[in-house]
T-cell receptor, first 114, second 115 residues
Framework: SQTIHQWPATLVQPVGSPLSLECTVE??????LYWYRQAAGRGLQLLFY??????ISSEVPQNLSASRPQDRQFILSSKKLLLSDSGFYLC?????????????FGDGTRLSIL | AQKVTQAQTEISVVEKEDVTLDCVYE???????LFWYKQPPSGELVFLIR??????QNEISGRYSWNFQKSTSSFNFTITASQVVDSAVYFC????????????FGSGTQLTVLP
């Protein structure tokens, strides 16, 4: 069966520091991969998605970037964190084919910027 | 552009009551998919159900049921005989049939079931 791993679970970083969050999927090939952010107040905002290695689409301009160096690895990065980057970050995957397949989410990373 | 509206920000019920969570969507596409997710206090999003735009048949799974009505662009979720473990934030989401199939989420409904 397929599983998704996301780490770290929690992270406290000072303003201006770099960031790297990692997400890996097991048990599938060529998945679609997604990064979401959930700020206080519950709304989920799609940040990036990828349909293949090296293919990244950004949904909102911001301080963050994403990369997909391997088929089942998705990385969220920042060179300099801002206070506004605080939030709950969720990685998700779905099969690359099949019309209505749902996205499946990792356990998330709670990021606090001090 | 598509949009999902969950007008109920918070709902509080007493255990064993029935509760309905509303979801209204907007899209110009004729092919789309609707989803419900549950987010318990631990934070992970749990997939509950998927519906495609060509299937208006309602579905029941245990205490959960879903009512999809294209005429009113609604996809409502009912929990029968609610339990404390049902306390969570529930999200409705919409996906189109494009290659990346991004999800557009509603703002969520916080359901609290009191003992």
């Amino acid at each position: 069966s397929q599983t998704i791993h996301q780490w770290p679970a929690t992270l406290v970083q000072p303003v201006g520091s770099p960031l790297s969050l990692e997400c890996t999927v097991e048990g599938t090939s060529n998945p679609n991969l997604y990064w979401y952010r959930q700020a206080a107040g519950r709304g989920l905002q799609l940040l990036f998605y990828s349909v293949g290695i090296g293919q990244i689409s950004s949904e909102v301009p911001q301080n963050l970037s994403a990369s997909r160096p391997q088929d089942r690895q998705f990385i969220l990065s920042s060179k300099k964190l801002l206070l506004s980057d605080s939030g709950f970050y969720l990685c998700a995957w779905r099969p690359g084919t099949g019309g209505g397949q749902p996205q499946h989410f990792g356990d998330g990373t709670r990021l606090s910027i001090l | 552009a598509q949009k999902v509206t969950q007008a109920q920000t918070e709902i509080s019920v007493v255990e064993k009551e029935d509760v309905t969570l509303d979801c209204v969507y907007e899209t110009r596409d004729t092919t789309y998919y609707l989803f419900w997710y549950k987010q318990p206090p631990s934070g992970e999003l749990v997939f509950l159900i998927r519906r495609n735009s060509f299937d208006e048949q309602n579905e029941i799974s245990g205490r959960y049921s879903w009512n999809f009505q294209k005429s009113t662009s609604s996809f409502n979720f009912t929990i029968t005989a609610s339990q404390v473990v049902d306390s969570a934030v529930y999200f409705c989401a919409l996906s189109l049939s494009g290659s990346a199939r991004q999800l557009t989420f509603g703002s969520g409904t916080q359901l609290t079931v009191l003992p």
